[in-house]
């Protein structure tokens, strides 16, 4: 099946720093998600992206499916953005599931 | 925004006891997932669901568990003879299309067996 692979898997930033976070994956895909796990555990959704560029507030993504990448920047880090972001992929190569990196665990310091 | 709801939040089981996880997914969506996450991993996809039938299912998702769609609007999740493995979060999922439409998921129950 397809792979996902995240990087960094930790991150430490102090408040107001920037941030990029990148998901690799193995194969074409037709669908990509960022989400956001909370310390309660909520998967929230931060981006349906399977290709080019959005923007969210202090959030923004960018999908570059032929290179089978995809990064996600936090501009002026927040303690509130503490948690895990997790990428998650659905390849075309059959299959109607989503597979999920290992994510990245991030700690926004004061 | 329209919600995927999961009830319960957080339920506790002695080993061996019959536990049903409940999901109301979005009312015009038609694919429905079962997806589960053991303290500290990845998510892992379970079971997905179509037109009252499973249409993919893991290799995790063995005997022990089933889903159904019992009404219009419910889609559950037993696990049969809970062991101490199967403590988890467990996410519900929805979409309204195949292919190009992102995943709604709910807050997740989690299960903790005892």
Redesign the interface.
């Known amino acids: 099946g397809i792979q996902v692979e995240q990087s960094p898997p930790d991150l430490i930033l102090q408040e107001g720093a920037n941030s990029t976070l990148r998901c690799n994956f193995s194969d074409s895909v037709?669908?990509l998600?960022w989400?956001h796990q909370n310390p309660w555990?909520?998967?929230i959704?931060l981006f349906?992206i399977p290709s080019g560029t959005k923007q969210n507030g202090r959030l923004s993504a960018t999908t570059v499916a032929t290179e089978r990448y995809s990064l996600l920047y936090i501009s002026s880090s927040q303690t509130t953005d503490s948690g895990v972001y997790?990428c998650?992929v659905q390849g075309t190569g059959g299959?109607?599931?989503?597979?999920?990196?290992?994510?990245t665990q991030l700690k926004v310091e004061l | 925004e329209p919600e995927v709801t999961q009830t319960p939040s957080h339920q506790v089981t002695q080993m061996g006891q019959e536990v049903i996880l409940r999901c109301v997914p979005i009312s015009n969506h038609l694919?429905f997932?079962w997806?589960r996450?053991i303290l500290g991993q990845?998510?892992?996809?379970l079971v997905?669901f179509?037109n009252n039938e499973i249409?993919?299912k893991s290799e995790i998702f063995d005997d022990q568990f089933s889903v159904e769609r019992p009404d219009g609007s419910n889609f559950t999740l037993k696990i049969r003879s809970t062991k101490l493995e199967d403590s988890a979060?467990y996410?519900c999922?929805s979409r309204e299309n195949?292919?190009?439409?992102?995943?709604?998921?709910g807050?997740?129950t989690?299960l903790t067996v005892v």
Request: proline share 0%; no cysteine.
């Open positions: 037709n669908n998600q989400f555990g909520q998967l959704n349906y997790f998650a299959g109607n599931k989503l597979t999920f990196g290992t994510g | 694919y997932y997806y996450q990845k998510v892992e996809f997905s179509y249409s993919e979060m996410f999922a195949r292919v190009f439409d992102g995943y709604t998921f807050s997740g989690r």
